[in-house]
């Protein structure tokens, strides 16, 4: 009985079961061709709504609004909104004022002024040197920022980290007058820098 064979299952069983597999994995590839049309679809409707005329429209449209703003430099951290825009009063009307805040909430120093008219910026750029709040506010023509044009600005040398330069080629010597494995007493010890 021990070396008998044992069919455990019925071939009828196994062909159920195949059948049943083969059903189920029917039923996923559908349900995963509905889901790749749908999102074919999301995505044409998404790329209809971004296309390159709104993307020009809205660069357009950031101009226009640079155009009638300034920027605001100098500005006290207790200064609120409402007073810059105070200061500002006697320009034009004054649509907008933003004061820029790092991460944790607390003011940086500068502020944004939207006008509803372009020739407040000129009345504006005459306030350039004013006091507010005891500091001199510097006042110029906001400038409109091209998505890519980043200016270049090499790394400044970092007096702590010490020389990070390389040292001038030094042509071999023709004998190791110091002998195998052994560092000249001149040479500085080289430190690990992962930069280098």
Same mark, same amino acid.
């Given at each position: 009985m021990e070396n008998d064979d044992?069919?455990?299952?019925?071939?009828?069983n196994n062909e159920a079961e195949l059948d049943d597999m083969k059903k189920r994995l029917k039923e996923m590839e559908d349900? *995963?061709?509905?889901?790749?049309?749908?999102?074919?679809? %999301?995505?044409?409707?998404?790329? #209809?709504? /971004?296309? @390159? *005329? @709104? *993307?020009?429209?809205? /660069?357009?449209?950031?101009?226009?609004?640079? *155009?009638? #703003? %300034?920027?605001?430099?100098? %500005?006290?951290?207790?200064?609120?909104?409402?007073?810059?825009?105070?200061?500002?009063q006697s320009c034009g009307t004054v649509n907008r004022v933003t004061i820029r805040t790092d991460k944790f909430g607390q003011p940086k120093g500068y502020a944004y002024v939207e006008f509803l008219e372009v020739e407040a910026v000129q009345e504006a750029l005459s306030l350039n040197e004013s006091e507010l709040h005891g500091r001199q506010l510097k006042v110029t023509a906001k400038r409109t920022n091209i998505p890519g044009m980043k200016q270049y600005r090499p790394r400044r040398p970092n007096p702590y980290m010490g020389f990070r330069g390389r040292p001038p080629y030094a042509p071999p010597f023709a004998y190791a007058p110091f002998g195998y494995g052994k560092v000249p007493s001149f040479r500085m010890a080289m430190r690990y820098s992962p930069y280098y």
């Open positions: 044992v069919d455990m299952l019925g071939d009828d349900e *995963a061709a509905a889901l790749r049309e749908m999102q074919a679809k %999301v995505e044409k409707e998404m790329g #209809s709504v /971004q296309d @390159t *005329a @709104t *993307a020009a429209a809205t /660069q357009n449209n950031k101009e226009e609004v640079d *155009a009638r #703003s %300034v920027f605001v430099g100098n %500005v006290d951290y207790a200064c609120t909104p409402e007073e810059v825009q105070q200061h500002f």
